[in-house]
């Protein structure tokens, strides 16, 4: 079913949500000074969002990729 007619199945998004919430709290618990305005992610301003994360955390964007790729 795909009630919000963005043509993903509910249970998909639910889980994909549910997985990116998990990862914002281990962000938050890695780079303590991490708000929950730093972790929304706005579609084609990634590497505006990755320059915002470099400056609060002190680490590179490879870095910091790395680190979600790992925990996602």
Same mark, same amino acid.
């Given at each position: 079913m795909?009630?919000?007619q963005?043509?993903?199945d509910d249970q =998909?998004?639910?889980r994909a949500r549910g997985n990116w919430n998990e990862v914002k709290g281990k962000a @938050? /618990? /890695?780079w303590g000074n991490l708000?929950?305005?730093d972790l929304n992610? =706005?579609?084609g301003k990634q590497d505006e969002w990755f320059g915002q994360l470099q400056q609060k955390t002190?680490?590179?964007v490879a870095?910091? @990729?790395d680190w979600f790729h790992r925990n996602f």
């Open positions: 795909d009630l919000n963005n043509n993903v =998909s998004e639910l @938050k /618990q /890695q708000t929950d305005d992610y =706005s579609e002190g680490h590179t870095e910091i @990729k």
